[in-house]
């Protein structure tokens, strides 16, 4: 005889497959989080407690074992599925229990299809979020790149300036510094002239003392 299931042990079932169920609108809640375009501040913000939080790094242990039951529930409810399928396609049985058998193969594959999406989500939601992280810290590097290629620009801005003020400095320097030599060869022209006036005024003068000297030498003379 087979043994009756109690109402403790059908509750139990069911419980567990109530649990995979909101686990599943958890995951698919979480999915929709992800994908959802809020800003990229609130999103960073989020993945960074996440990412950094002490209680979500705890509880991933659980979420671990807890998707080890539900791939366990999932090839338990694959097997019954099976199970009820090859006692349906045998000898012919009376409605009552055709019946019980098309529940028990429509609950059995509710079962599997509920397990099955809920660790083929999870995979999704795993895969997701490592995207969703990787193109956050991308989009952190084009930031800083952009900021650093600012910044070079301003700098090379920066140095086109000082290199076109000094460059203005060397010019007018320059300028100063042939007015400079201008000036100091007007001044050497202007000392030879003096120098050379000075020579013919010597010059002058000598020849002036040499004709009061005949002068004076013909008037003793005429005495």
């Known amino acids: 005889k087979k043994k009756k299931k109690t109402f403790f ?6 419980l567990y497959y109530t649990l995979v169920f909101f686990l599943f609108v958890i995951e698919c809640a979480a999915f929709v989080v992800l994908i959802l375009p809020f800003p990229r501040a609130w999103r960073r913000a989020v993945l960074r407690w996440v990412s950094k939080s002490e209680l979500i790094a705890r509880s991933q242990i659980a979420l671990k074992f ?3 039951a539900v791939l366990i529930l999932f090839i338990d409810a694959t097997n019954r599925t099976y199970s009820v399928q090859k006692h349906d396609s045998g000898e012919v049985i009376d409605t009552r229990t055709e019946i019980s058998i098309h529940a028990k193969k429509f ?16 995979l999704i939601l795993n895969r997701t979020y490592v995207l969703v992280v990787e193109l956050l810290a991308a989009e952190d590097n084009l930031e800083t ?14 140095f086109t300036e ?4 000094m460059r203005k400095e060397i010019e007018t320097l320059t300028r ?3 007015e400079e030599k201008k000036k100091e060869k007007d001044f050497e022209t202007l000392k030879k ?4 006036n000075n020579d013919e005024y010597n010059l002058l003068a000598d020849k002036y003392n040499d004709l009061e000297n005949k002068g004076s030498s013909k008037d003793k003379k005429n005495d």
């Open 9 to 14: 042990h059908v509750t139990n079932m069911t």
């Open 66 to 68: 807890t998707f080890v």
């Open 107 to 122: 609950y059995n594959q509710r079962n599997m299809y509920l397990t099955g999406f809920t660790l083929f989500l999870s």
């Open 145 to 158: 790149i952009k900021k650093q290629a600012s910044n070079q620009t301003k700098e090379q801005l920066r």
């Open 162 to 165: 000082l290199e076109e003020q």
């Open 176 to 178: 100063e510094l042939d």
């Open 193 to 196: 002239q003096a120098r050379q």
